[in-house]
């Protein structure tokens, strides 16, 4: 503790001669950053607040969006993040578990497995948007057609389950690397004690590590849910509709989006000026949602790093 | 496994549905490997040009519009976003008090919670128009505005990292500097970025992959006209921004369907070269930062 105090007071001193242009730079980089952050905030906030209503967000939209609400682009969404959440939590924290509890750290599999996550973070939404069509539509999909359905058209077109599945690999990484994060943050000690008491390994990891685990798996969980409501890359061809006058009900319905609902609005309607009240809302409306989401993930996250260092 | 399965499958079907290109007869006559990188016409004056046409009589099919396009927009990008994230990674492991730390590092996490389509929106309804009036472009959607809006973008990638290592660089090499009687400009700028120069760098390659894959800003914000020019005033239409505005209207099967997928492939292969590289490079400081520690 000395040590460390003897080490600031020179350097406070210092502050006054050498250090104040570059913590100056460095602290205006900073400002200008979340200064930017700020001015988005508050050009959506100013732009929407005034049309987001009770009314804004339980109708169906009219005129080609330039009246009426969203809500079937929120249902869709949440429907969408639901399929998705099903998909990609659970493979994720079994990847998760078996990389850290199971594999050994320097196996070759091992190292391939974390290799192809971190690639597969990287890969642009585009491509998976082609994959989805590649794979899930024209691939998967016609398959079920040609087996179940002698080739009537039911699953090989876009639709909501394509798009959640798709959306699901994209997420897998960010799942993955939060549940890992918690698996580490769990002592030694608890794992040796369990063991040593006679448990198996797969008792100690069901009854010992995962519930450990869960703030770790939710914060990925939560923090997949709002990448997934946000992306729209992946889904322009994988099961979004610019207009659908049903909500969703079956997996293979096509599905409204508000991503989608606010690339449309801005870039196909006839006349933007008009759309700008619902396209500013809609904006609100979406960055709330993925906001809300991120705080819960950030906070939950904060918690198990805390835990992590003590 | 799934991860791996998922990358090889990835791979596999972008991969077979842009094949075509190079096996297909009927593809290869109205769209080749050849054409996509070398010129396809010619000005007036005899001067070879590159046209990316896909929807006419005669489709034109060069990728150099689209990769001169996305290089633009990347650039910007990366000059708005580079200075700005590692200055602010430096602030925050260096300069500031303990307790703003705590607040900074989220609060800049939290732009990486915008989505990119709301970013896009942004773009081009104030972010364009801004620009338009400081330096009035002739096109309101150009490279500099794809290109501020895509630096949004990445801001959050190239700081997190940036911020990883600094924060990774051992104690003792900052305390041995500063009892030497080293300022703290003195220390970082001589001891410290030198030790974290690699994961800086790292950063800003894993940064760069992301601008170039990013979808949904360039789509709204960039004009999506392909043209090729060395002004960065000019509209351009990147290669993402052509295979989420054609892909929903080709032909299945047409050369210009099969073409898209080629770009996808291609898309894929830059960006997995260029996170390998840059995992590669943070996987090493990981173990380097772990060795010097103890």
């Known amino acids: 503790m000395s040590a460390a105090i003897s080490v600031r007071t020179p350097s406070r001193q210092a502050l006054f001669t050498g250090d104040l242009p570059l913590s100056i730079a460095t602290g205006a980089a900073v400002l200008v950053i979340i200064a930017m952050l700020v001015v988005i905030l ?18 169906a939209p009219s005129k080609g969006g330039l009246a009426g609400g969203i809500w079937p682009a929120i249902y869709g969404t949440v429907f969408l993040v639901l399929i998705m959440t099903i998909a990609a939590v659970p493979v994720g924290a079994a990847t998760a578990i078996y990389l850290h509890e199971y594999a050994r750290a320097d196996a070759l599999l091992t190292r391939l497995v974390r290799t192809a996550v971190a690639n597969l973070a990287g890969v642009p939404s585009i491509v998976f948007g082609l994959f989805g069509v590649g794979f899930f539509i024209e691939t998967i999909g016609s398959g079920i057609d040609t087996a179940f359905y002698g080739g009537s058209l039911f699953y090989g077109k876009p639709a909501i389950i394509w798009a959640a599945l798709t959306l699901a690999l994209l997420t897998l990484p960010v799942v993955i690397v939060a549940t890992e994060e918690a698996l580490r943050a769990i002592p030694r000690e608890h794992r040796e004690g369990s063991l040593a008491l006679g448990a198996t ?109 003590g | ?180 009687g080293a300022t703290r400009s003195q220390t970082l700028l001589r001891v410290i970025l030198p030790a974290a120069l690699p994961g800086v760098f790292a950063g ?32 351009i239409r990147t290669m993402t921004a052509s295979i989420a505005a054609e892909l929903a209207e080709v032909v299945y099967g047409s050369a210009h369907y099969h073409t898209l997928f080629a770009i996808g492939a291609l898309l894929f292969v830059i960006t997995f070269i260029i996170n390998f590289f840059g995992d590669i490079i943070v996987g090493r400081i990981n173990t380097r930062m772990r060795g010097t520690a103890q």
Request: charged residues 15%.
């Open chain 1, 42 to 59: 508050l050009e959506v906030a100013k732009g929407g607040a005034g049309t987001v209503s009770w009314a804004f967000l339980s109708t």
């Open chain 1, 201 to 309: 390994r797969w008792q100690t990891i069901a009854r010992v590590i995962l519930p450990q685990a869960v703030p770790g798996i939710l914060t990925g969980s939560i923090l997949a849910i709002s990448r997934g409501a946000g992306e729209v890359a992946p889904i322009l061809f994988t099961g979004a509709a610019y207009y659908l006058p049903f909500l969703p009900a079956h997996p293979t319905d096509q599905f409204m989006h508000l991503g989608y609902h606010v690339f449309v609005l801005a870039t196909q309607s006839p006349d933007v000026n008009a759309a700008l009240p619902n396209l500013n809302a809609t904006v609100l409306v979406l960055l709330v949602m993925t906001f809300i989401l991120n705080i819960t993930a950030i906070i939950i996250r904060a918690r198990v790093r805390a835990r992590l260092r």
């Open chain 2, 1 to 180: 496994m799934i991860a791996i399965l998922s990358i090889i499958l990835i791979f596999l079907f972008v991969g077979r549905k842009a094949l075509p290109v190079f096996t297909s007869e009927r593809v290869r006559q109205t769209a080749s490997v050849r054409e996509f990188f070398t010129h396809n016409g010619e000005t007036p004056q005899g001067e070879p040009t590159y046209i990316w046409q896909p929807v006419s009589e005669h489709p034109k099919y060069s990728f150099i519009p689209l990769i001169i396009g996305t290089l633009k927009a990347t650039i910007v990008a990366m000059l708005v976003s580079v200075p700005l994230a590692l200055l602010a990674a430096l602030y925050t492991t260096e300069f500031a008090p303990r307790r703003l730390r705590e607040y900074i590092k989220p609060t800049i996490e939290l732009l990486a919670g915008i989505p990119s389509v709301v970013l896009g929106f942004f773009a081009l309804v104030v972010l364009a128009t801004w620009l338009q009036r400081v330096f009035r472009f002739e096109m309101r959607l150009n490279a500099v505005v794809a290109g501020c809006a895509l630096g949004l973008a990445i801001i959050p990638v190239v700081y997190t990292v940036a911020e990883d290592t600094l924060t990774a660089v051992p104690r003792a090499l900052r305390e041995a500097s500063l009892a030497l």
């Open chain 2, 204 to 235: 800003i390659v894993l940064g760069f992959g992301r601008a170039i894959g990013e979808t949904m800003v360039v789509l709204m914000a960039s004009g999506n006209a392909s043209i090729v020019s060395g002004n960065l005033a000019d509209s």
